[in-house]
C-alpha cells in the first residue's frame, strides 16, 4: 500500500500526553502513579510514525538507510549529546568516586544505544537506586534505536521478496513479543521490563496500524468512539497502575491499544479527541517532548542529590521549581539543539551531520573513559569521605544469604534452601526471621552475637511477613509467605517468630489479621519496627559531612519514622506482643548512631545494615528481653 505521510497536530499532543503522564510519575504527582506509561505510548508512536515513513519512501522507490539513519541521527543526537555532556559536568562535581564511574559507564551505554542492557544489568535488588541515576531514562531511546536497526531493513526486504506476506509476518512476530512480555512480566521482570523483545510489540502496534491490519474508521461515529475509548484507557492506566502493577505484559495492553485507537481514528479523518490534543498548548508541549523527556529526569536526580540547592523550602515548592527548570530546559533544546540540526542547510549538511555525530561520540566516549581510568576523580574529596563512600558499592548479598534464606528479584521460590534456612537446632531455641530486606539484614547479627539462639531465615525482596499477601508482591515472595503460614508453622514448633519490614503507615492495619492468626495458634511473636532510615543513602551524607565539616547533614536528611514506630509499638501493647524498637536502641531524641566504633557507617543505603551495623544493632539488643 502507498501511505501519504502529513502532519498529525492530534500525535503531537498525544505525545504530550505521553510526556506530562511520565513527568508526574517521576514527580511523584500522587494521582498520576501510573504515569509510567507514557513511555509505551511513546512507543506505538514511534512505531507508527518511522513505519510510515520508511513505507512511502519504500513505495515511492527512493528509500535509502543512509537517508533513514540521517533523520535518525538529526531527530535524537544532537539533544542527547547535550545531556550527556550537561550531566557529565554536573555529576563532576556531585558525585562521589564509585557514582561518577557509575555514571561514567550509563553515558557510554547511553551513547551507544545500549543503556537499556546496562541498566538491566544494573537492576539487582542491592543495586543503587534510580533516584541517583540521572540517565536511567534513556533505556526506551536505547529500546527504540534498537528497533531502528533492525525495522528499515526488514521492511525493505519483505516489500521486496514477501509482501503478500509481510502483514501476517508482523502479526506473528508482535504476536511472539506479547507472549515473551506477558510471562516475563511475572516471572522475569527485570528484563522484560528493559529488554527489546519484550517491547517489541509495542512499536510493531504502531506498525501494524501503517501496514493496514486493522479497518479503517471511517465514520466520525466510529473515530469519536474509537478515540474516546483510546483516551480513556490510557488515563484508566495512568490513574490506576502503580509502581508495583506487573509491567509491560498484559497490563501494557490497555494504555498501548489506547494509543493505538487514537493513532488509528486519526488516519481517517477528524475527531473529538483529535481536536482536543490538536490544541495549540497540548501541541507545544508535543514539539518539546523529546527534550523535555531528555532533561526532567536528571533534573530531578541532581536536585534530590542537593546540587541545585534548592532545600528548606515545602516540597511542593520544589517540585514546582523542578518542572518550571525542566521546561525551561526543555524549549532552549528544542529551539536552539534540535530545530537548527533537523532543517537541512548548507552548515547542517547530511555529511556534516555525521562528522559532527561521530566528533561529538569520541569526546563524549573519551571524557567517560577518562572518568573510569582516573578511578572518578578521587582527589576531589577528602580521603575519610572516600572511605565513606566506598560503602556506596557495598556488597550484602552473601550476609543476607541471597539466593538461598533470601529471595531476590533475580530468584525464584524454587531456589529458597529449606533444608539450610530452616534447619532446627535441638540443643538451643529456634527463631524464624520472617519478612524482607529489613528481616534479612538482622540475620547475621543475630546468628553472630546472640548466643543460645538457633535463628532461621525466611525472607525475600518486598516480603511483608502476613498471612494474606498484596496483589502488587512478586509471585514468589507469596509463594514463600504462603508456605511458612500455611505448611511450615502449623506443622513445626518454634520458639519465637520475629516479624520484621520496610514498615510504612498502610502496614499496620493488614499487620492486625495476621497477629491474631499467631496468637489463635499460639505462636511467640517479637514485632519489630522501623529501621531507621534517610532520605539519602547514608555513606553519601557522611561523605559529605566530611568534606562540608558539617556533622549535622545526616539529620537533616533521617526520615521522621517515630510516629510509625510509636503506633507500632502500641498494637503490640495492645495485644500484648514483644515489641522491638530501633529508633530506642539507635538513637536519642536529636540524633541516631551512624557509625561502628571502628567509624564504619551503619548502613550502605538509605536503611539497609552494614555488617558492621548488624553486628552493632545485636549488640545493642543483647540485653533486651524480647530476645532472651
Known amino acids: 500500500m502507498e501511505q501519504k505521510l502529513h502532519y498529525r497536530p492530534d500525535i503531537d499532543g498525544l505525545r504530550a500526553v505521553a510526556v506530562l503522564a511520565v513527568l508526574a510519575y517521576h514527580f511523584r504527582i500522587s494521582a498520576f502513579h501510573g504515569g509510567f506509561i507514557g513511555v509505551d505510548v511513546f512507543f506505538v508512536i514511534s512505531g507508527y510514525l518511522i513505519s510510515a515513513i520508511i513505507q512511502q519512501d519504500i513505495h515511492a522507490g527512493k528509500f535509502s538507510l543512509a537517508s533513514f539513519y540521517e533523520r535518525r541521527v538529526r531527530r535524537i543526537f544532537p539533544a542527547l549529546i547535550v545531556v550527556l555532556i550537561a550531566t557529565g559536568i554536573m555529576g563532576y562535581f556531585i558525585f562521589l568516586p564509585a557514582e561518577l564511574i557509575n555514571f561514567a559507564k550509563s553515558q557510554l551505554a547511553a551513547l551507544f544505544s545500549v543503556s537499556n542492557f546496562y541498566f538491566w544489568k544494573q537492576s539487582g535488588y542491592f543495586s543503587a537506586p534510580v533516584e541517583t541515576k540521572p540517565l536511567v531514562h534513556t533505556w526506551s531511546l536505547a529500546v527504540e ?7 528499515p531493513i526488514f521492511l525493505y526486504l519483505a516489500n521486496k521478496y514477501f509482501r503478500r506476506y509481510l502483514k501476517f509476518v508482523v502479526c506473528m512476530i508482535a504476536a511472539a513479543s506479547f507472549g515473551m512480555s506477558a510471562i516475563g512480566a511475572v516471572r522475569y521482570p527485570d528484563s522484560t521490563f528493559y529488554l527489546p523483545h519484550t517491547r517489541a510489540w509495542e512499536l510493531l502496534l504502531g506498525v501494524m496500524i501503517t501496514l493496514g491490519v486493522f479497518p479503517p474508521l471511517r465514520t466520525a461515529l466510529l473515530r469519536n468512539l474509537a478515540t474516546i475509548l483510546g483516551l480513556g484507557l490510557i488515563c484508566a492506566s495512568i490513574f490506576g497502575f502503580t509502581a508495583y502493577t506487573p509491567f509491560p505484559g498484559i497490563n501494557a495492553l490497555p494504555p498501548t491499544l489506547g494509543a493505538a485507537l487514537i493513532v488509528a481514528g486519526g488516519e481517517t479523518g477528524d475527531s473529538f479527541v ?21 532533561w526532567h529526569w536528571p533534573v530531578i536526580v541532581y536536585q534530590n542529590m542537593g546540587f541545585f540547592l534548592v532545600q528548606g523550602v515545602p516540597i511542593r515548592a520544589i517540585k514546582l521549581a523542578c518542572i518550571v527548570v525542566s521546561f525551561i530546559l526543555a524549549i532552549l533544546s528544542w529551539k536552539f539543539v534540535e530545530l537548527p540540526f533537523r532543517g537541512k542547510s548548507k552548515l547542517f549538511t547530511r555529511t556534516a551531520v555525521f562528522q559532527f555525530a561521530a566528533a561529538a561520540a569520541v569526546v563524549v566516549a573519551a571524557l567517560g573513559l577518562a572518568t573510569i581510568a582516573a578511578r572518578g576523580f578521587p582527589s576531589r574529596y577528602p580521603e575519610k569521605a572516600n572511605e ?29 534452601d529449606f533444608e539450610n534456612c530452616l534447619h532446627q537446632d535441638p540443643s538451643k531455641k529456634n527463631d524464624l526471621l520472617l519478612g524482607d530486606s529489613h528481616a534479612a539484614q538482622l540475620w547475621y547479627g543475630f546468628s553472630t552475637t546472640l548466643a543460645g539462639v538457633n535463628y532461621m531465615q525466611a525472607t525475600g525482596a518486598g516480603c511483608r511477613p502476613t498471612i494474606e499477601q498484596p496483589l502488587i508482591v512478586a509471585s514468589d515472595c507469596s509463594h514463600l509467605m504462603n508456605y511458612v503460614f500455611s505448611d511450615y508453622l502449623p506443622s513445626h514448633h518454634i520458639d519465637r517468630l520475629l516479624l520484621e519490614a520496610r514498615w510504612q503507615a498502610a502496614d499496620i492495619a493488614p499487620l492486625g489479621p495476621t497477629l491474631d492468626w499467631l496468637d489463635r495458634h499460639k505462636i511467640s511473636v517479637v514485632l519489630f519496627g522501623p529501621m531507621v532510615q534517610y532520605d539519602i543513602a547514608l555513606p553519601r551524607l557522611l561523605a559529605f559531612s566530611i568534606r562540608g565539616h558539617d556533622p549535622a547533614i545526616p539529620d537533616e536528611h533521617r526520615i521522621d519514622l517515630r510516629k510509625l514506630d510509636e503506633s507500632m509499638a502500641a498494637m503490640a501493647r495492645a495485644r500484648g506482643i514483644q515489641y522491638v524498637s530501633f529508633y530506642q536502641s539507635l538513637c536519642t531524641a536529636k540524633s541516631c548512631t551512624e557509625l561502628d566504633a571502628n567509624g564504619a557507617p551503619i548502613l550502605y543505603d538509605y536503611g539497609h545494615l552494614t555488617k558492621e551495623g548488624s553486628l552493632l ?6 540485653d533486651n528481653e524480647a530476645l532472651r
Open 388 to 416: 565513606m563512600a566506598a560503602y556506596l558499592d557495598y556488597s550484602s548479598a552473601e550476609y543476607f544469604r541471597e539466593g538461598t534464606c533470601f529471595i531476590s528479584s533475580q530468584n525464584r521460590f524454587s531456589d529458597y
Open 145 to 151: 534505536e534498537q528497533f531502528y536497526v533492525f525495522l
Open 274 to 294: 483529535g481536536r482536543l490534543l490538536s490544541l495549540k498548548p497540548a501541541v507545544f508541549v508535543g514539539l518539546i517532548s523529546y527534550s523535555l523527556y531528555l
Open 617 to 622: 544493632v545485636a549488640e545493642r539488643l543483647r
